[in-house]
């Protein structure tokens, strides 16, 4: 069994920093790709950055330049590292991560959201 949470969001004032941890657990092999998600109230939902274990992201014109997504193995977590932070970067942010589990099928597993807010 998988299970992925993520941790970090928080009240920021503007021009501050914070970092989202999304971390998988359970039988996994290894993560193969991670997305960065966001939802502001009454939006739809984004995509923020699109990480894969090659090596490669892709970040969304509105954070390039301020966020950056990194990944450490030794503990199946993939980081959000969000800098510069403006009042429109307040969502509910998420992580879709795609597993290769134990056996190594590939699985897909949403976090439950962290809630960021960026006001003075």
């Known amino acids: 069994q998988v299970q992925v949470v993520e941790s970090g969001g928080g009240l920021v004032q503007p021009g501050g920093s914070l970092r989202l941890s999304c971390a998988a657990s359970?039988?996994?092999?290894?993560?193969?790709?991670v997305g960065w998600y966001r939802q502001a109230p009454g939006k739809q939902r984004e995509l923020v950055a699109l990480?894969?274990?090659?090596?490669?992201?892709n970040y969304a014109h509105f954070v390039q330049g301020r966020f950056t997504v990194s990944k450490d193995n030794t503990k199946n977590t993939v980081y959000l590292q969000m800098n510069s932070l403006k009042p429109e970067d307040t969502a509910v942010y998420y992580c879709?991560?795609?597993?290769?589990?134990?056996?190594?099928?590939?699985?897909?597993?949403w976090g439950q959201g962290t809630q960021v807010t960026v006001s003075s």
């Open positions: 990480f894969t274990n090659g090596g490669s992201t």
């Open positions: 879709n991560a795609d597993i290769i589990t134990a056996t190594y099928a590939i699985a897909d597993y």
């Open positions: 359970g039988s996994i092999f290894s993560i193969y790709a």
